[in-house]
Nanobody, 125 residues
Framework: QVQLVESGGGSVQAGGSLRLFCAAS????????MGWFRQAPGKEREGVAV???????SYADSVKGRFTISQDNAKKNLYLQMNSLKPEDTAMYYCADGPTDTAGRCLLTTAYDYWGQGTQVTVSS
């Protein structure tokens, strides 16, 4: 059983930065993909950034150039560096773990098996 615990959320002003952290534990088999997703009130959950076990990354257009996803060397923990934050980045952010799609890719829309409880990010103007 995989456990994912997010931290690092908070309240910042527009233009500020936050670094999210996801601690992964409790399993020996790992999916090849990990990612960050977010959901704002009244909106559907959307993919923010994903990373494959070989280091390949993919980002939503809305965060390209501002957010960076990374893993530690043991590939058990996940990070999201968020710079130049905007009010529209306000959401609950979730960490997820899962397999690649049938083509071996980690996509923002890939079905993920394990999810954390989320950490709130609030950006004020």
């Amino acid at each position: 059983q995989v456990q994912l615990v997010e931290s690092g959320g908070g309240s910042v002003q527009a233009g500020g930065s936050l670094r999210l952290f996801c601690a992964a534990s409790g399993h020996t088999y790992r999916g090849n993909c990990m990612g960050w997703f977010r959901q704002a009130p009244g909106k559907e959950r959307e993919g923010v950034a994903v990373i494959k076990s070989d280091g390949g990354t993919s980002y939503a257009d809305s965060v390209k150039g501002r957010f960076t996803i990374s893993q530690d060397n043991a590939k058990k923990n996940l990070y999201l560096q968020m710079n130049s934050l905007k009010p529209e980045d306000t959401a609950m952010y979730y960490c997820a773990d899962g397999p690649t799609d049938t083509a071996g890719r980690c996509l923002l829309t890939t079905a993920y098996d394990y999810w954390g409880q989320g950490t709130q990010v609030t950006v004020s103007s």
